[in-house]
């Protein structure tokens, strides 16, 4: 499932205020303490796994979020 286990754990908030917009977004779920590459589509959360998009809601719910980390070169 999860493909960046050891990104840094910082500004983290809780999921019902994440953006609903489409764009990727990193997930974090309490039950299994994983990290996810996301975005919201067709009214659930899609990670991006090993097999593509996988739906995150069919095995665990996130529970906060944060934005991506700028891109080296990028301001904040």
Not at 46 to 67: A, K, M, N
């Amino acid at each position: 499932g999860c493909i960046c286990r050891n990104h840094p754990m910082t500004e983290w908030q809780i999921i019902e205020t994440a953006p609903k917009d489409g764009k990727f977004y990193l997930l974090y779920c309490d039950e299994d303490g994983s990290i996810w590459l996301a975005a919201w589509q067709g009214g659930e959360w899609y990670g991006v796994d090993e097999f593509g998009l996988t739906r995150i809601s069919r095995i665990w719910e996130p529970t906060h979020w944060q934005p991506l980390p700028v891109r080296p070169g990028e301001a904040r």
